[in-house]
């Protein structure tokens, strides 16, 4: 029976009456796990990043030899940097080298390997190797150390989830299907640490009552007690006191790297959430929209943009480029959101664009970041992509290099952009989704406004003051704009010595703007460097640097960000797109022959051991579509069943012996080998699934729309007359008397047809509505009782007061 971890394959020469299947020239047994025996945790969380070191042990319960692939899927904001596998005869070390030197080569079993390229229900990056042959009864333990940023809950609390590889609680399906105790021991223990101290820690498990081991409550330990949850991941939440808007731990750097390097000097991690209220909907809001269209958005979405820029608050700035045809946007610049400059805008798009060839959005993009940010205003930008561009690493670096200054939505309309669409969403913070029909599309992005209408604390600065001879650099820069439901982990590193060491404390302020308002908030922080030296700030720091210093060599900035990438990466253990993992395996045998006392040298050969990316199923609704990419001098990926692979998961695996295999491989598409940057597994693309529209329906709430005016409110015409299918005549003759302005009538009018109960057109018109009933209670509170109670008359429709705020 199958379940949600890597199998274990048999060796097999039978024929397919043995329930065995064949597929192209390989021929597969089914698949089942090497079982996990135990698994002893250990993790550090400082703050909003997390060092976890484990060691798990699995036995091969079968009774023949199988040859092991361990897999260890890895998480959008993970980063391994050790592993080791240990049985009686072998160790296998996974080590990383610069990959254009290519010291050390594999020898063999790359077909081990090769299948996991194909398709797996589970889009993502994981970690591959091929760990050799282990016998009947014998056990194999498997040492891996990752670092890890963690999420931020809306409490402020710091969420850590322990990966399927370490908590496979699925084998309890497979391996003891008639027990509910799970088929391995898990022993978990958690040092948390916050300068602000750790207030409580809540899971989904029984654990250990909290152990403070500081005074001051800035440390504290604890354990899992008794059974972890049978058929749920492991859960941790950690609260911290006094959950402010700014937080700053000072981790020490390594003894024994040089001063000045970026491992060897301490590291502040810098948490920034201000606390950012809820908006009224429909309300004036600042923000500045930018919305970057191509040939095809603009020929099969004309809708989709007229209600996108419709349902804009007042307050805001808003800009059109299209292209494909120019780089050029509507305006020279953002401009303000009237009804004036929004019917110019509409009258000024083109049907198509000028061409069907390569398009233009790097030099869109420069001429985007080239104009000034109106004060006081985010910038997003709306970027639709219907292809892949050829100079897609220039415009990921483009993007990348003005990352604090916006945030991306993304929308991609085929497989080959999806890579690069999830590349741009992730350098910026923003979304990803993939529209997969024409149908939705007006209802996906009009989902992707409603989000990116959250608010923003602006103008975010940050200032220093240090004793005399330090100074902090803050890798990666400040974000010029913080989104509420969203927080920043910075990396500043300290550097230098300080000339008066009686000075215990550095003070850090942080200035922002929210609603117009100036806030400061400021923190002590003490320069004592704290931690217990596993350095995952530093780690994480790396990780981050090694992605903008890839995206500047892509750019064509040089040799310089190469090697610093490559000695950063093998002094670091963390990997990046210039070097590569290699697995050295060493013989555990002591080997005596005949003659004068002599002992041969353990045997060492190179293995097998590489990041892979799966790229899921796309008939699954939880993923996307999207291709493999995978390194240069990788061979192509073999054909394997859809049916087994798409289970694969993680966890050890045993290989299969394969019967008449063949050695011939194809060449990897172009599209595959030359796209390597990017990580499609950063971000789950949304594809929201909408109830059925009919046609008839959309047109009516298209109608409407068109028919609004950019403040919410509509005007008594022929034109809203038809749309509500009543007669103009009788509408004016049943407003009521108290009614001063027509407009009103007609507002509530619209609202409460908005609101027939055989209709729903919540996911078009939520944020025309919410402009509307914005602008109804600014002009004629007094008067909407009566104009709805006539409404509901006029309409036949029994709309509640509610939907007025009233």
């Known amino acids: 029976m199958w379940h949600q971890s890597f199998g274990l394959l048999g060796k097999s020469y039978t024929h397919d009456t043995t329930g065995s299947f064949l597929l192209g020239k390989w021929l597969y047994m089914p698949l089942c796990s090497v079982p996990l025996c135990s698994a002893v945790v250990d993790v550090a969380i400082q703050d909003y990043v997390a060092d976890v070191a484990s060691e798990l042990t699995y036995q091969n319960k079968s009774p023949i030899s199988t040859e092991v692939l361990f897999v260890f899927p890895l998480g959008p904001q993970m980063s391994m940097y050790s592993f080791q596998a240990c049985s009686e005869d072998a160790k296998v ?183 950012i209220p809820e908006p009224v909907p429909g309300q004036r809001q600042s923000g500045e929209f930018i919305f970057l269209l191509d040939t095809t958005f603009l020929e099969h979405a004309q809708d989709s943009l007229l209600f996108l820029l419709k349902s804009l608050p007042l307050g805001c700035y808003f800009n059109i480029y299209c292209y494909e045809a120019a780089s050029v946007g509507i305006y020279p610049q953002s401009v303000e959101y009237t009804q004036d400059n ?250 005596w022959y005949r003659g004068p006392l002599a002992l041969l040298a353990p045997c060492q050969s190179h293995i097998p051991c590489q990041l892979v990316e799966l790229p899921g199923s796309c008939k699954d609704s939880s993923c996307y579509p999207v291709t493999i990419w995978v390194p240069p001098g990788w061979l192509t990926a073999v054909r394997e069943s859809w049916r087994v692979l798409r289970r694969l998961t993680c966890g050890i695996a045993a290989l299969p012996n394969r019967g008449a295999c063949s050695k011939e491989h194809k060449p990897l598409p172009p599209s595959i080998s030359s796209l390597k940057y990017v990580d499609p597994t950063a971000y789950v693309l949304r594809s929201p699934i909408f109830g059925p529209w009919s046609t008839e329906a959309f047109a009516e709430c298209q109608k409407l729309a068109a028919l609004q005016s950019e403040d919410g409110s509509w005007a008594l015409s022929s034109g809203l007359a038809s749309v509500l299918e009543v007669d103009e005549a009788e509408i004016k003759r049943k407003m009521p008397g108290e009614v001063m302005e027509p407009s009103i009538w007609a507002t509530v009018l619209a609202v409460t047809w908005l609101h027939r109960p055989d209709k729903c057109y919540q996911d078009y018109c939520e944020l025309l509505e919410a402009k509307a009933v914005t602008w109804l209670c600014s002009q004629a509170v007094s008067q909407l009782d009566k104009c709805l109670e006539a409404a509901n008359n006029l309409l036949g429709s029994s709309v509640k007061p509610n939907i007025f705020r009233l």
């Open 342 to 591: 929004l019917t110019n805008a509409l009258w000024r798009i083109p049907s198509t664009g000028s061409s069907l060839g390569d398009t233009n959005l790097l030099e869109t993009l420069r001429s985007v970041y080239s104009t000034p940010r109106p004060r006081g205003h985010a910038r997003q930008l709306f970027i639709f992509m219907t292809g892949l561009p050829s100079d897609k690493e220039a415009i990921a670096a483009e993007v990348c290099h003005h990352r604090n200054s916006h945030r991306c939505f993304s929308f991609c309309f085929s497989e080959d952009s999806a890579a690069l669409a999830v590349a741009l969403a992730r350098e910026t913070g923003g979304e990803v989704t993939y529209v997969s029909s024409n149908n939705s599309m007006t209802a996906v992005v009009l989902q992707c406004l409603k989000r990116a209408l959250k608010p923003a604390a602006e103008v975010v600065s940050l200032s220093w003051t240090l004793p005399r001879g330090l100074e902090v650099e803050v890798l990666g820069g400040t974000p010029q704009s913080i989104f509420q439901g969203q927080h920043s982990l910075l990396y500043a590193q300290i550097h230098g010595q300080a000339q008066d060491t009686t000075v215990a404390k550095g003070v850090m302020t942080l200035q922002c703007s929210l609603e117009g308002e100036d806030v400061t908030h400021t923190i002590e922080f003490p320069l004592c460097s704290q931690g217990d030296g596993r350095l995952a700030g530093h780690r994480l720091a790396v990780r981050s640097l090694l992605q903008r210093l890839f995206l500047e060599a892509a750019s064509g900035s040089g040799d310089e960000p190469r090697h610093r990438a490559v000695e950063i990466s093998l002094a670091s253990g963390i990997i990046c797109p210039f070097t590569s993992y290699v697995g050295i395996r060493t013989s555990q045998r002591v080997t």
């Open 93 to 275: 070390q996974a080590m990383l080298q610069d990959e254009a030197q290519q010291l050390h080569e594999a020898t063999g079993s790359w077909e081990n390997l090769e299948y996991l390229q194909d398709q797996s229900r589970y889009p993502g990056k994981v970690f591959a190797c091929f760990l050799g042959t282990l016998s009947p009864g014998r056990e194999l333990v498997v040492t891996l150390r990752y670092v890890q940023e963690l999420s931020r809950e809306p409490d402020g609390a710091a969420r850590f989830v322990l990966p399927h590889t370490l908590h496979p609680y699925t084998q309890l399906y497979a391996w003891n299907c008639h027990s509910n105790h799970l088929p391995y021991s898990l022993l978990l223990t958690a040092s948390l640490q916050s300068p602000r101290g750790v207030a409580n820690v809540q899971a989904n498990c029984s654990l250990t009552p909290l152990i403070y081991t500081a005074q001051d409550h800035s440390t504290a330990q604890v354990s899992l007690a008794g059974s972890p949850p049978g058929q749920h991941d492991l859960e941790l939440l950690v609260y911290f006191g006094n959950p402010s808007a700014v937080s700053a731990v000072v981790e020490k750097g390594n003894p024994e790297a040089p001063p000045g390097s970026l491992l060897g000097d301490p590291m502040v991690l810098v948490t920034l959430a201000p606390s």
